[in-house]
């Protein structure tokens, strides 16, 4: 880890809240005469335990569903597949959501269909007979 004179570390507690870690870059290089990246004074601020107080936005709208919404996804996902649900959902809340954005719901609540990629007991194959395999001459 970089070493920080006592002044410069006073500096960066009391010049980082408010600010983004670009500013207090320039501020800090200006009046240190250093050259310092941005990252770096960022992780050491962290590092000190200084916030910056600014609001961290997502970079995209936080998706919010009902309660209602939600009561359905779990009373209609179990024995259904994740585009039987997807018509259903649409048509039952006039909504055009994807077949992956409901599923990726259903997984981020613990929401499980109950189906499996496994053969049941007795299952037997279809395209091959005993005594018929292709492929093979003798």
């Given at each position: 880890m970089?070493?920080?004179?006592?002044?410069q570390?006073?500096?960066?507690?009391?010049?980082?809240?408010?600010r983004?870690?670009?500013?207090?870059?320039?501020?800090?290089?200006?009046?240190?005469?250093?050259d310092?990246?941005?990252?770096?004074?960022?992780?050491?601020a962290?590092?000190?335990?200084?916030?910056?107080?600014r609001i961290q936005?997502?970079k995209?709208?936080a998706r919010?569903?009902t309660?209602?919404?939600l009561?359905?996804?779990h009373?209609?996902?179990?024995?259904?597949?994740?585009?039987?649900?997807t018509?259903?959902?649409n048509?039952?809340?006039?909504?055009?959501f994807?077949?992956?954005?409901?599923t990726?719901?259903a997984y981020?609540?613990?929401?499980?269909?109950g189906?499996?990629?496994?053969?049941?007991?007795?299952?037997?194959?279809?395209?091959?007979?005993?005594?018929?395999?292709r492929?093979?001459r003798?």
């Amino acid at each position: 880890m970089r070493k920080y004179t006592d002044e410069q570390v006073e500096f960066i507690r009391e010049m980082y809240p408010g600010r983004s870690g670009a500013l207090l870059a320039a501020l800090f290089n200006e009046r240190f005469g250093t050259d310092v990246p941005a990252k770096t004074l960022i992780s050491y601020a962290y590092y000190c335990e200084v916030k910056n107080g600014r609001i961290q936005y997502r970079k995209g709208p936080a998706r919010k569903y009902t309660d209602e919404q939600l009561e359905f996804i779990h009373k209609m996902y179990p024995g259904r597949s994740g585009v039987e649900l997807t018509v259903l959902f649409n048509e039952r809340f006039g909504t055009d959501f994807t077949v992956r954005r409901l599923t990726s719901v259903a997984y981020n609540h613990g929401i499980k269909n109950g189906r499996t990629t496994r053969f049941s007991k007795g299952y037997e194959p279809t395209q091959f007979k005993p005594g018929r395999l292709r492929g093979i001459r003798g």
